[in-house]
């Protein structure tokens, strides 16, 4: 879809995409101004009135869940206390429920309570979440729409489905409860939380991202967030079908990897700056040689020769860390091509840049930051927070001449994400980085249903690089820089 601008020439990374002369026409924006639409005042939220029916069914649907809590901790503790848990682990998972069912019949029938069929199954599968998973967070685990799990204490999950966040009905009984399971997911990375080291970092089992801090730090009882690991990493086809960007802006960023720009993802937190950058290194060659560099490992890279590597926090006794710095110093005596670092957030900074400006052009990295200005500034503080002195004009030379292009990725009001800026760094005038906007996202208005109505379009500048693309056998028609008016 995208190489149609690149001339023909077969390239293991361009495999299945249509080649397609730079003769050919250019296809009509896929984000063609919206329709004229009459922008309305949103209405203002009204309480749900309940009727009294409504509000005795609501009472007697929290009984029972309270009931079935009550009726699960204590299947639970006969579990622990029944089942053999040095087997467990060769145990089948149908044996196991198998077991757990038969335990379960007979506390249920001790204990005189009867359940219909469906409640049964559901204790069943929790009460085998609580022996063998994470409990209650192994339903959200396993469901495929949602992106974040982020726990506020034993009795408010939320949840982030389609870039809203919205509060789940699941709860974990207490405070200790949750601390189980933290401790759980803790002790399985052989790390520990306590109060005198009250948070962590860690990946679950299924590679997602994990984080908990936990009392006294956290007030209200323990906080957790949990960055779901998706097998199927969104592509450059799927962002695009999404709207994140327009197949110009694509063909555009095809052509910056291709050529080894150096790339800068910017955006605030959960924005989709890590998509983006696994959706960007799908451009990278084949032949390539790419390391790697992430404190949680969540980049997944389609070409054959990649390294990867994870810093690790310290031990318990404050030794052994290896930081993001002390991987990129490694990794430079490791003959990479290009280098790619997940999230540049500290003493790194001033390694990354180098090594762009030292042979290791074509590499990306992201930054936490709300435009490309504010990216570049963000840099600076790194750089002097990193300990380095240097001249504030030195400092930016090397910045600009390090940095190609920032693309500045945003999740707006209505839970969209989309590359709201792309912008080229092309120099040094006077004491200031010099920058140029190349796409931009507009927004219009927004609909009654708070969905925001807006558009991609060209800044009518053309990029600085043309001709580099041009060189490289990327040669984008001139069209693609002229804006829609
Ligand atoms: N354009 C998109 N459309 C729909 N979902 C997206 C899009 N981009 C990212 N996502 C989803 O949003 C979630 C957050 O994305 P991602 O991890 O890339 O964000 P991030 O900016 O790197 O976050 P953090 O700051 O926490 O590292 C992921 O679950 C991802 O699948
Ligand atoms: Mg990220």
Known sequence: MFSRFKKPEPSAANAGLKPVTSAAPVAPPSNAPPKPTQVTARPLPVAPVRTPAEAIASDKEKKRKDKMMEIKQELHKRLLDNLNLAALEKASEASLKSE????????????????????????????????????????????????????????????????????????????????????????????????????????????????????????????????????????????????????????????????????????????????????????????????????????????????????????????????QRDCLRNALRMRPDRIIVGETRGEEVIDMLQAMNTGHDGSMTTIHANSARDGISRLENMIAM??????????????????????????????????????????????????????????LGVESNGKIIGRFNATGIRSAYSDRFKQWGYDLPASIYEPIV
């Open 386 to 443: 990193s300990g380095i002195e240097m001249p504030i004009k030195a400092m930016r030379s090397q910045i600009s001449s390090a940095v190609n292009l920032i693309v500045q990725a945003s999740r707006l009001q209505d839970g969209s994400r989309r590359m709201v800026s792309i912008t080229e760094v092309t120099g040094m005038e006077g004491e200031v980085i010099s920058m140029q906007e190349v796409f931009r996202y507009e927004r």
């Open 100 to 323: 757990i069912a038969s335990i379960a019949a007979e506390a249920l029938d001790e204990m005189s309570v009867a359940l219909n069929a469906a409640d049964r199954s559901v204790l069943h599968q929790e009460l085998y979440d609580e022996v063998m998973g994470l409990g209650p967070l192994e339903a959200l685990l396993k469901d495929e729409t949602v992106n974040d799990i982020l726990v506020n204490g034993p009795k408010r999950i939320f949840v982030e489905r389609g870039g809203k966040l919205e509060l789940t009905d699941i709860t974990f009984k207490d405070e200790r409860h949750l601390l189980r399971i933290i401790d759980k997911i803790v002790s399985a990375v052989g790390r520990r939380v306590d109060e005198s080291n009250p948070y962590c970092d860690a990946r679950l089992a299924d590679g997602s991202r994990f984080n908990c801090m936990v009392p006294p730090v956290a007030v209200d009882g323990s906080l957790v967030s949990i960055r779901k690991f998706k097998k199927e990493k969104l592509g450059v086809h799927d962002l695009v079908r999404f709207g994140a960007f327009t197949e110009e802006m694509a063909a555009y960023l095809q052509a910056a990897v291709a050529t080894r720009l150096n790339v800068i993802v910017s955006g605030g937190t959960g924005s989709g700056k890590t998509t983006t950058l696994n959706a960007l290194s799908s451009f990278i060659d084949g032949s390539e040689r790419i390391l790697t560099i992430e404190d949680t490992a969540e980049l997944q890279l389609q070409q054959v020769h990649v390294g990867r590597m994870e810093s690790r926090p310290p031990n318990v006794e404050g030794k052994g860390a290896v930081t």
